[in-house]
Structures are given as C-alpha cells and as structure tokens.
C-alpha cells in the first residue's frame, strides 16, 4: 500500500494537469488522504481545493455508499414510510467507489447546511432528515436555492440521504423519541404499518404472487422460458425464481402488480409452439401488521398529570422556552390528562378524529385545532422542526448511528440547522 502510494505520488508530481491530478483522488478516495499528505508543496493546486474530491477522512476507515444505504435501509426500511414521500438515497456520485467515512446530519438541507459540509468537509455524504428534493427539479441552475443545494453536493461529491417518515414510523424513531418526554404506561401506534407476508415484494404494487407450473420433459420448456424472461424484462421486472417440485414439474414464479398478471397470460397464450401441459397458481398478497412501528403514537401517562404540567414536560423535553396551546372547551390548565396522541412534523391528518386528552404535534391548520377543542382536546404546537430536530441530537449523543455503522463513519450534528421561526 505505502509502495504504490509512493509510485503515484510521484507520478502526480510530474503532471500539470488538473485531471490527471484529480483523478486518481476520484478513482481511489481510499488512498486520497495519504496521497495529500505526501504531494510537496510546489503543487499548483492547494490542498483544500483537492480534499473536497475525497470522500474519506483521516480519521476512519468509512463505507461503500451502497453499505450505508445498505445499512440505513435495515434499520428503518423506506417501505415504512409515507406512499407520498420522497425517501432513500436522492443524490449519489459517480463511480462505483464512493467511500463515506464522515455524514453531516441535518434535519433541512439548506444553502447554510451545504455551506458548512463544504467548509467543515470532506464529508461523504449529507443525512437530511426532510429529502430536498420533494417535488421534482425542472432545471439543476444557481436560478433557486434548492438547485443552488443540489449542484453544491453534485460538485463536492457529496451524497444526499433522506429517511423522513421512514424515521418517523420505525420502533424507536422519531415520535417514540418525542413520546419520550412522558413517563408512560402505554405507547401504541395511531397507524399501525403493514409488511407483505412474502419477502420478496418491496413496494406496494407488488401485490400478487403468481407460479407458472410446467412439466420439466417438454421439449419446449428452454424456448418457453425465454419468452417469459422476455416478457418480464418489457414489463420491467423478473423471474423471481425458477425450481424443479418433487412431483417432476418446473416452477416458474413472478411477484407483480394486478396489470402484469393479465399480461403474463396474455403472453403465456401467445406460445407459438404446441401447447404445453402448463397450469396458473395465482394467488393475492396480504399485508400484515407491524406491532410497535406506525405513524404517530397513542400514550398512555402512568401517572395523570395537570395540563401545565404535560406542557412542562414538553418544553422541558424539546429545550423550548415557549410553545403553543390551545387548552379544549370548558378546561383550564388545572385538568387532568391521561392520554397524549403525538406526531411529530405537521400532524393534523394523522391526529383527526383521534380521542385523546392532548393532541401535540409542530403544526396544525387554524380549523383543525378548532375541531379539536371542541372535541375536548387540549392542542399542543411546537413548530414542525422543533418536533425532530432533537431525535437527530440523540442520534448522535447516543451513538445510535454510530453503532450502526459499527464505528467506521463519523457523524456530525450540523451546527447550521435550525427551525426558521423564532417567538420573539
């Protein structure tokens, strides 16, 4: 290792070229830093300016991208989160060998945050707990500031993550961490999330698990075969598996959507050779529920407290000196509270219709906390980051990223983020 780094080194002293300089920085970023610290001064181009093409650090060994994502995904699947969202990995750089050994955590990615991962950097990657890119980007110009964000991370070769709902949903995410401020009885899901009972589907649509049953002594079967893999590559998906039953048949079997079961018959019926002695299993998938992981959460206090002292507890919890409430119809801040329904962000459509003493949440429309008062529900409003941002803290204070990663990447709180509205 510190022969060839040797070798380059010097090979690199004798270019001029800026390509030539930078590329092997791009194309082995697990050398990069040893290369920097051995280049002579003489080199035209600084140092500062050359780290950003690396996407290690000193300090840690790091990870392929495709193992963070790996291991971001086992903790809290992106299947947990909202059908509307825009989770997983949102900007990823070229080249297959990306290594993160330092993460920016963030709960926005604003032109603030990127700025400090360029000046704080190299950093491998940005975890952005609200995905920047949620509607689509017409153009990647410096004409608005989300693109201005996105080119910023194309350029620097860092990558963007965005868990969002995902988080949010998973056993001992964000809203068990803000359920967390009380000390309770009980703590169930408002929504509880489903999983498929086979293993195989990983997006909603795949509802329908269908075996193509063939003898394995036709004649036909390879040419057959072929038609089908053809068949599924048009409808963008495969054959999820392929096996020889006791009883002397092959098992051809596709996980798919309603649309492409028909299409599947139809292709099967289009064989041009003699009939084969084929028959369909079809059956639909059903999901099953997922105890402790959900959106939103039902708490159960231990103790009944006073309403002061709910809000107290909250305040105390997310470091706020002030928080919104709206106290229900005919109560004071002398009443007794038992139950508390939570979602953290903008919880209004999560908490409708909910029975519960305290709806919290960041944020809620003006009609929405009207509708609950005069249910009898007390509504407590933190603004929407103010609701997160502290899960992000414990995170890191905790060593919960860090363990995951088992110690080889370094993640660093963003000291740039903050909630954009200030009681003043």
């Known amino acids: 290792m510190i022969v060839a780094v040797a070798a380059l080194t010097k090979a690199l002293t004798r270019t001029s070229s800026l390509a030539n300089l930078t590329a092997p920085l791009i194309r082995y970023p697990q050398i990069a830093s040893l290369l920097l610290r051995r280049l002579p001064s003489k080199m035209t181009?600084?140092?500062?300016?050359?780290?950003?093409?690396?996407?290690?650090?000193?300090?840690?060994?790091?990870?392929?991208?495709?193992?963070?994502?790996?291991?971001?995904?086992?903790?809290?699947?992106?299947?947990?989160?909202?059908?509307?969202?825009?989770?997983?990995?949102?900007?990823?750089?070229?080249?297959?060998?990306?290594?993160?050994?330092?993460?920016?955590?963030?709960?926005d990615l604003t032109e603030a945050v990127v700025g400090e991962a360029v000046e704080r950097g190299p950093f491998g990657m940005i975890l952005s707990y609200h995905p920047p890119i949620f509607r689509p980007l017409k153009s990647l110009t410096n004409r608005t500031w989300k693109e201005r964000v996105i080119t910023t991370c194309i350029e620097n070769r860092i990558a963007v993550y965005s868990p969002h709902t995902a988080w949010d949903a998973v056993a001992g995410g964000v809203n068990d961490w803000l359920a967390s401020a009380f000390v309770t009885e009980k703590v169930v899901p408002l929504v509880v999330s489903k999983t498929w009972t086979q293993p195989n589907p990983e997006e909603a649509k795949l509802t329908h698990h269908v075996d193509i049953v063939v003898p394995n002594t036709d004649e036909q079967l390879g040419s057959f075969i072929e038609l089908l893999t053809e068949c599924a590559e048009e409808m963008g998906t495969q054959i999820h598996d392929l096996r020889d039953a006791s009883d002397g048949t092959k098992v051809i079997t596709f996980v798919c959507d309603e649309e492409h079961v028909s299409r599947l018959v139809k292709c099967v019926n289009s064989w041009p050779m003699k009939p084969l002695h084929l028959q369909f299993r079809i059956n639909k998938l059903t999901q099953i529920p997922?105890?402790?992981?959900?959106?939103?959460?039902?708490?159960?206090?231990?103790e009944q407290l006073t309403l002061k002292e709910v809000v107290d507890a909250v305040k105390s919890h997310l470091h706020l000196h002030h928080v919104r409430l709206a106290v229900a119809k005919n109560h004071s801040l002398g009443s007794l509270v038992?139950?508390?329904?939570?979602?953290?962000?903008?919880?209004?459509?999560?908490?409708?219709?909910?029975?519960?003493?305290?709806?919290?949440?960041?944020?809620?429309?003006?009609?929405?906390?009207?509708?609950?008062?005069?249910?009898?529900?007390?509504?407590?409003?933190?603004?929407?980051?103010?609701?997160?941002?502290?899960?992000?803290?414990?995170?890191?204070?905790?060593?919960?990223?860090?363990?995951?990663?088992?110690?080889?990447?370094?993640?660093?709180?963003?000291?740039?983020?903050?909630?954009?509205?200030?009681?003043?």
């Open 45 to 107: 181009m600084e140092f500062e300016i050359m780290k950003k093409f690396c996407s290690t650090d000193d300090g840690r060994e790091g990870l392929p991208i495709r193992e963070v994502v790996k291991k971001l995904e086992s903790w809290a699947p992106l299947h947990l989160a909202g059908s509307w969202d825009k989770v997983g990995l949102q900007v990823e750089p070229s080249g297959d060998s990306h290594i993160v050994s330092r993460i920016l955590l963030t709960n």
């Open 290 to 302: 997922l105890p402790d992981f959900g959106e939103g959460r039902l708490c159960t206090l231990k």
């Open 338 to 424: 038992r139950s508390v329904a939570l979602c953290a962000g903008s919880g209004a459509s999560v908490l409708a219709g909910v029975d519960a003493d305290v709806l919290l949440t960041g944020e809620m429309g003006h009609h929405d906390i009207l509708e609950a008062v005069h249910r009898g529900s007390h509504v407590i409003l933190c603004d929407h980051s103010n609701t997160e941002r502290g899960f992000l803290h414990h995170l890191v204070e905790d060593k919960v990223l860090d363990n995951l990663f088992d110690g080889l990447i370094e993640v660093v709180m963003s000291t740039h983020d903050k909630e954009p509205l200030h009681v003043l």
